[in-house]
């Protein structure tokens, strides 16, 4: 990845460390679109929490409830207030992980979503990844240093256990603000060495890196950027199926980690 190693990569800290000793007991489930969050709130049977967290008039929508030993708290954005579309993309990202970690102190982040995949780097669609690494692709500065903290690369927490027995796909993510894929984002990409890219995964771990929160990555393919099909078309077509899919691996995902302490996974 273009900056390996750069910056707060390193996910071991003394706050991590004291917790990986203790079964983890609250999880934070961060989801950029209402389609993609209600198949979870429905499996988990959530419950929106109708005293906000956050401040008078933000559309950020907080749902709630345990799920066997945990208790789990969704976010999404909600809807952007003057058009009512979803509030996708990196500032709402940023903004609804930071209120909700600082609200809810959990134990965990999960970021799950969907994401375009690479096919030259084996993803198709309806696959699920947990992403290993992430970093920006469109936060250009061509100047010495300044272009490593751009790019924002970073490892994820590792989780080779959790991997290995869910039989997820590994690779790297990159996270950018537009759907569609410029020249110079596709090689930015290329230099992220990713195999998904989306649109929140990078700020969500920059703000669970600051905050000393770990944080995993769970992203579906909805789309194949390096295919035949218009991204925004084939986006559209596969969202249904493919949340669909998002919502099983979250529930696996819950289902490995209850009981078990952040060293477990």
Request: glycine share 8%; net charge negative; charged share 15%.
């Amino acid at each position: 990845m273009a900056a390996h190693g750069e910056g707060s990569g390193a996910p071991v800290d003394s706050m991590v460390a004291q917790l990986e000793k203790h079964p983890i007991s609250s999880i934070l489930i961060i989801i950029a679109m209402q389609t993609e969050a209600l198949p979870v709130v429905n499996k988990f049977q959530l419950v929106e929490n109708p005293h906000s967290l956050f401040p008078e008039g933000v559309p950020w929508v907080h749902y709630h409830g345990t799920y066997k030993d945990i208790i789990i708290n969704l976010v999404w954005p909600g809807k952007d207030l003057t058009l009512g579309v979803d509030s996708v993309g990196t500032v709402s990202a940023s903004l609804v992980t930071y209120a909700s970690i600082q609200a809810l102190q959990p134990d965990l982040i999960i970021n799950a979503g969907t994401a375009g995949g690479f096919k030259a780097k084996g993803a198709g669609i309806g696959d699920i990844f947990l992403a290993s690494h992430v970093a920006f692709h469109d936060r250009r500065i061509p100047i010495p240093v300044f272009d490593l903290y751009g790019v924002g690369s970073r490892q994820t927490f590792p989780t080779p256990n959790l991997l290995k027995a869910l039989n997820l796909k590994a690779g790297k993510l990159s996270t950018g603000d537009s759907l569609d894929m410029a020249p110079q984002d596709e090689a930015s990409i290329a230099a992220n060495d990713a195999t998904v890219k989306d649109m929140e995964g990078a700020a969500v771990a920059y703000v669970a890196g600051l905050l000393k929160i770990p944080a995993i990555f769970v992203k579906a393919v909805t789309d194949i950027v390096d295919g035949e099909k218009p991204t925004a078309e084939e986006f559209l077509q596969n969202l249904a199926t493919v949340t669909a899919a998002l919502d099983g691996a979250v529930a696996q995902i819950v289902d490995f980690i209850s009981g078990k302490c952040l060293s477990d996974l």
